[in-house]
């Protein structure tokens, strides 16, 4: 399988991506790793006219602490941050998720600014980073922007960004002694999540998000709700299906994707000492 | 497009199309039909190479996207003096391929798994080789020549 033909420019810097994005619009699409853009371009259900390829902009590929948070660079490809002493060190969560990705090779590819630009609520990274807080850095022609992670998953494949702008940087809150637990529900080895869980418990609060139990990654109000007002993790994780919308396929119906979603919300909570 | 790439040591030029997936500049472009395609779907593991020292699989990379960077396929292992790499010399004592379709694929992940770890116990392996499939071994004996050829001298040099 080829892709389409499209018109295929390296560039230099993020404003240059800008400035070709602002000129060619919806036609025109960021190229990062490429490991889901490329697979759907093979497919044709994707047929970009042009691919401004970002991946040489290795200056947006870094783990650093900041003072109140861990800043990560939107090209930092999966493998370094599972392996980065930093992230081991200060949010070993996003470290471990990072290290289950697809597999070594996809790892070795695949960064955390495509995965989560691209908007699959099957991804893992994107509810990891809605349950610890984190705030996405935007750039575009009039400059830098914050968004938070919970308004940045608008739809189906569909992201607060616009067309002409660029995430630059993941800034990942660090909850001191935070324990946490991440579950996720495979029938193959290196699949997507049928159903995912995290779960994050920290003197600063409780976070909960939901892999593939809607169209956009979730964060489950209710059960950390639960859990602020004295639940033990069975008793939270009994209000995991709400306010959830799972699809149904050949994987699992809707009643079981919301039953798995409560067994493995209560083994993440459990892990995180809840 | 004028594409240069270092493939096995070697500076190849050609001139692709953009959508060329370096998987095709490899057997088509360049020559070497070493990395097998598989599923064509990022799962299968057949047309892993190393991507500058790390594995990749290259029927989802760009050949454009990897301009001026080091490519190895499985025409570049063997070592100096004509002798096999380690791994390809203990994928044939422990017997780890039969109708060898997934084995350079398997021997470009294993290279890179134990470039990243070169003192690896058998779980690492395993769950490191879970983008390779192969249909016929069952993979114990994979998993046993990788072992071996982790305990190599050659490997630790
Ligand atoms: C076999 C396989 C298994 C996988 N398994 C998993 C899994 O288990 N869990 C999981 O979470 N993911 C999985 N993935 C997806 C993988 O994590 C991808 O690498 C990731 O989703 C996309 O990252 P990328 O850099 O490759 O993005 P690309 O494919 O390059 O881009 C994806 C989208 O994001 C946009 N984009 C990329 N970077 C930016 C940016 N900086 N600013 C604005 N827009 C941007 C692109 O325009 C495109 O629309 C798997 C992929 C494969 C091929
Ligand atoms: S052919 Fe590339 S992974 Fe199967
Ligand atoms: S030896 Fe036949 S597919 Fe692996």
Known sequence: MIP??????????????????????????????????LPLMKLRLAQPSLLVDIGPLREFSYVTDEEDYLAVGALTRHHDIAVSPLTLSSVPLLAHVAGQIGDPQVRHRGTIGG??????????????LLALGATFVARGPNGQREIDAKDFFVSFFEVALKPDELLVEIRVP?????????????????????????????????????????????????????????????EAAQFAAEGTEPSADFNGSVAYRQHVARVLVRRALEKAGV | MQIEITVNGTTESHDVEARTLLVYYLRDAVGLKGTNIGCDT????????????????????LAAQVAGDEVTTIEGMALEDGRMHPVQQAFQECHGLQCGYCTPGMVMAITSLLAENPEPTEEYIRLGLEGNLCRCTGYHNIVAAALAASGAPEMHQ
């Not at chain 1, 995965?115 to 990891?128: E, K, M, W």
């Not at chain 1, 029938?187 to 409780?206: E, L, N, P, T």
């Not at chain 2, 990022?42 to 990379?61: M, Y």
């Open chain 1, 4 to 37: 389409a033909s499209f018109d295929y420019v390296r560039v230099g810097s993020a404003d240059e991506a800008i400035g070709l994005l602002s000129e060619h619009g919806e036609d025109a699409k960021l190229l990062a790793g490429g490991h889901s853009l």
């Open chain 1, 115 to 128: 995965s989560i630009c691209h908007g699959d609520p099957a991804s893992d990274l994107p509810a990891v």
């Open chain 2, 42 to 61: 990022t799962s299968c593991g057949a047309c892993t190479v190393l991507l500058n020292g790390q594995s990749v699989k290259s029927c989802t990379v």
């Open chain 1, 174 to 234: 660090r909850p001191s002694d935070a324990r946490w637990g991440f579950e996720k529900l495979t029938k193959r080895a290196q699949d997507w999540a049928i159903v995912g869980a995290v779960a994050v418990r920290s003197a600063s609060g409780v976070g909960v998000g939901l892999i593939n139990m809607g169209p956009v990654p979730l964060r489950s109000g209710a059960v950390e709700a639960a859990v602020l007002s004295g639940a033990n993790a069975a």
